[in-house]
């Protein structure tokens, strides 16, 4: 739960980034369902690979993203990376 409340503040404060056409720079966080979580798809809106945190300044990688679906399908989303 913990880490849910992380990704709460986390996802505000990012933003994709468009300079770049890597593959890898466009996938994002995208849930179709989020169970009985209190996270809504305009929170998530923008973690994406590459995107930045605007207060820390640290870049969101595909091992984050991949750890926030995990944690999210582990409380009862469906979410994929696209």
Same mark, same amino acid.
Not at 5 to 12: E, G
């Given at each position: 739960m913990k880490k849910l409340?992380?990704?709460?503040?986390?996802?505000?404060m990012v933003s994709c980034?468009?300079?770049d056409d890597s593959d890898s720079?466009?996938?994002c966080l995208v849930c179709s369902s989020f169970g009985a979580n209190d996270i809504t798809s305009d929170e998530l809106a923008g973690f994406c690979v590459g995107a930045n945190n605007s207060e820390s300044? %640290?870049? =969101? !990688?595909? %091992?984050? =993203? !991949?750890?926030?679906?995990?944690?999210?399908?582990?409380l009862g989303a469906e979410c994929t990376i696209e």
């Open positions: 409340l992380i990704l709460l503040f986390l996802v505000p980034s468009s300079d720079e466009n996938q300044g %640290e870049t =969101v !990688t595909l %091992e984050m =993203v !991949t750890a926030y679906k995990a944690l999210l399908y582990a």
